[in-house]
Structures are given as structure tokens and as C-alpha cells.
């Protein structure tokens, strides 16, 4: 059963200060590619919830390394999947609040 993805307002925000940095330095069609992946990998996610990593510090939450630079985390609630944040990879993990 595929589960609805739900955006978390930071989330949200994170996602467009992604895509802006992306159609600022590499163009449009960079951004659009990579709005594409974010929107498969997210569909993935929606029809197997517990395909990435859960997170040993944070109980309920999952971590998708989306690519070298950014992961995604995520939670499952229910009936639907709850995107919590858009994170650099390079920063250190216990500075997120999450």
C-alpha cells in the first residue's frame, strides 16, 4: 500500500532552498532533474517505508542519502510518511534539532 508523503514546513523550506541553489549555480534543467529524483525517491519511499536506514539517535526517524551532498530524513506516522528535512551531508548530524 503506498502511503502519502506529508512535508514538514522546515522540510518544505529546505526543498526550495535546495532547488534555488540548484537553478542559481547549475540552471533550470539541473533543478528540474533533481526535483524529478527527490519526487521518485519519495515515491519509493511511499511503497516501502523501511527501505533506508532507521537512526540509532533519534527513535522513529529514517535517513535517506538522497546523493553525495544531501540526505533526507523522514518519519513513518500513521497512514502517511512524514519528510522532516532536506541535510547537507557535510554537516554534523548533532547540530540538526530535529
Known sequence: MRLEIRYSLRARQEEIALLEYIVENFGVEKA???????????????????????????????KCVFSRQTSIYYRVNAGFIEVISFRPNKKNPIHFNI
Open 32 to 62: 528540474k532533474e533533481i526535483y524529478d529524483r527527490i519526487e521518485k525517491v519519495l515515491g519509493l519511499i511511499a511503497e516501502n517505508p523501511d527501505m533506508f536506514k532507521a537512526s540509532i539517535r533519534k527513535k522513529g526517524l529514517r
